[in-house]
């Protein structure tokens, strides 16, 4: 019931679409782990703060910087690990790989680890490219050694850490791949001459340690991040020694990751060796296991390994086959979608300039006339032509934010397909679905109905105040009024221009600003317990709570912003200022102890995300202050 207060209007039937979502999405948020799906990055500067970002780990092994979760999962994580939680973003602008590519006439392109069979597939008809093999310039001198393996994770470290040291003291270098990073925490925990690569703040500090890693006796450890594409080089006296000892401690997703781990050396035709050391849980052991356990035996013999690595590339070719049937159909699909958008947004932009067009000839035409009259022709060719380009610029969002939820939706059906069936029906219906809604946009655009979001009818109308057209300016305050009443920033402004066009006087506003009057004692109210949660949140850790200097600035410049712009607003003796709440005096005096009770007792990353709620709240309760001051202004005026 208490969402519902603060869902706009125009978006409530969104949200109720999204509840599902989010409630699927909040599960799997809380499923996924620290140090393996994600990585809490902590960002230094004026304002430092801390973000989730993804971490491809099946694959690459990368801290995804500048990607996020979709759907809501990066804000339930974000509250999972206490942190400030952003707004949920929309996608308007977006293109796959496979389209980029497209665009090129020509590709060409070298590995040496393509992978298997239905990998070379899936590229040649995805790219429409073909294949050839050249032989390796020097025959590799690549040695596997017997895989093992251990059930817990004690013994599981201790093996890695074993066989490392002993290559290490042999004068070898040692690369050792782990799945996840908090793994690779775990290992230099075991092994602390270790170098780990994992979370190196810069390009600089991640070449020194390649550099090193090839160096003799030096341990690195990382994540598949030092699988793919990092060229290791070793020295002579390493490669005497029997060159680069890789310990891989997880089967990979497929072959070609497995190709990439192992060739880190090896494709020069340098001497090395490969060893991989795994920790199986009771419910993968077999039989033979069991037996090698008892004997106290750790290696997994040759046909036991091949039936593993057998059942890896079945489960690798089917998720190829879910590619090539779905996700890479899907992919088009939406290029096709996101270009034909494109095309419609051109189309109102060429419809525009055709009006903006009309205008330019008759600058041409008024040209000719006297010399005394070419300034004012001018300036209404000029004022004509501004306010095409302002309808321009916010249809085209209008048009963009309705394509960006109509994705959005699209995506959260996905989310709910369960079936073969469910995601053949999904596609063949993506593309009508699309269809449909720009028939629905063509038809709102001829009829001017093309936005329906208030907060674009009221930042046209701010911009049309600028330019002093307060008629037009009053006009969309009224529609954003219309499509939602609670709108309080937009029922001031509609009182302002009014009063400011000749429209009406201040009484004819009465209602609208009673009712503006409603929402801020609403938002005032918010504000109010949201302070009391913060207040009862710092006695209850008060106890627990250490050194509090990170948060001391933040929260003083909270307390601050809230008692001094309160201070200085209540202070202004302008008319209507009875309409202002009669608690909020008693607000600003409530602030100040709060505040500053919250900033003896908050700790880092304890209670930041109630405090930004906070001030996000009296932000905006600032916001409609403002416009109240500017509305006694003008009526003073």
């Not at 070419?374 to 048009?399: C, P, Q």
């Not at 009182?495 to 066009?501: N, R, S, T």
Request: aromatic content about 8%; some cysteine.
């Amino acid at each position: 019931h208490r969402f519902e207060r603060f869902v706009p209007s125009y978006l409530q039937q969104w949200f109720e679409k999204q509840i599902p979502v989010w409630c699927q999405n909040a599960l799997a948020a809380f499923s996924y782990k620290l140090e393996e799906d994600y990585v809490v990055v902590r960002e230094n500067g004026p304002k430092p703060k801390s973000k989730i970002v993804p971490v491809d780990s099946d694959s690459t092994g990368v801290i995804q910087t500048g990607r996020h979760f979709s759907l809501a999962v990066q804000q339930f994580l974000q509250l999972k690990e206490g942190i400030r939680v952003d707004a949920q973003t929309l996608t308007q602008a977006s293109i796959t790989n496979l389209e980029l590519f497209s665009f090129y006439a020509e590709l060409y392109g070298t590995t040496g680890t393509l992978g298997d069979q239905y990998e070379l597939d899936e590229l040649q008809e995805v790219h429409n490219v073909t294949f050839f093999r050249v032989p390796t310039f020097v025959p590799t001198r690549l040695e596997l050694l017997p895989p093992s393996f251990h059930v817990t994770r004690r013994a599981w470290l201790s093996g890695i850490r074993d066989s490392a040291r002993e290559q290490s003291l042999k004068g070898r270098a040692v690369l050792i791949i782990f799945h996840t990073i908090a793994q690779t925490r775990l290992c230099a925990a075991e092994i602390p001459e270790a170098v780990v690569m994992n979370g190196v703040e810069s390009f600089e500090q991640r070449e020194e340690i390649i550099e090193r890693a090839g160096q003799k006796g030096q341990i690195t450890v990382s994540t598949n991040l030092a699988g793919r594409g990092m060229d290791i080089k070793t020295s002579e006296d390493v490669d005497a020694r029997g060159g680069l000892h890789v310990i891989r401690t997880y089967l990979e997703k497929n072959r070609r990751v497995s190709d990439q781990a192992t060739g880190r050396t090896a494709r020069n035709g340098k001497p090395g060796t490969v060893e991989v050391i795994l920790k199986l849980d009771p419910s993968e052991l077999q039989p033979e296991d069991d037996f090698a356990i008892k004997h106290g035996e750790t290696r997994i013999s040759a046909a036991r390994f091949e039936k593993m690595l057998q059942h890896r590339d079945k489960q690798a070719e089917a998720a190829a086959v879910d590619r090539q049937d779905f996700w890479i159909p899907l992919a088009r699909l939406k290029d096709k979608a996101f270009m034909h958008m494109c095309d419609q947004l051109r189309g109102m932009k060429a419809g525009l300039s055709d009006k903006k067009g009309a205008i330019s000839s008759a600058l041409d035409v008024m040209s000719n006339l006297l010399q005394r009259k070419l300034g004012k022709a001018v300036r209404s060719g000029y004022v004509a032509w501004k306010k095409w380009t302002t309808r321009e610029n916010f249809e085209k969002k209008a048009a963009q934010e309705l394509f960006a939820f109509w994705a959005l939706e699209q995506d959260s059906k996905r989310t709910q397909l369960t079936s073969a069936d469910d995601k053949r029906n999904y596609l063949e219906q993506y593309f009508n679905d699309f269809l449909a809604f720009v028939e629905d946009l063509t038809s709102k655009i001829e009829k001017d109905k093309v936005i329906n979001n208030p907060y674009l009818y009221v930042a046209r109308a701010n911009h049309r105040q600028l330019e002093d057209e307060y008629h037009d300016a009053y006009k969309d305050y009224k529609v954003a009024v219309g499509m939602d009443p609670r709108l309080a920033v937009a029922q001031y402004n509609l009182a302002v221009c009014g009063i400011k066009a000749g429209i009406g006087k201040a009484c004819d506003f009465q209602e609208g600003i009673g009712k503006a009057k409603e929402m801020l004692e609403e938002n005032l109210t918010g504000l109010k317990e949201v302070c009391s949660s913060v207040q009862g949140a710092t006695e209850t850790m008060k106890d627990v709570m250490s050194d509090t200097e990170k948060c001391l600035d933040v929260v003083s410049k909270i307390n601050d912003a809230l008692h001094g712009e309160l201070s200085a607003l209540l202070s202004i003796d302008l008319p209507f200022s009875e309409l202002l709440p009669d608690n909020l005096s008693a607000l600003a005096d409530a602030l100040s102890p709060v505040l500053e009770n919250a900033m003896s007792f908050f700790p880092e990353g304890f209670g930041v995300k109630e405090l930004w709620i906070a001030v996000d709240a009296g932000f905006s309760i600032f916001s409609v202050l403002r416009r109240h001051n500017k509305l006694s202004r003008a009526v003073e005026g």
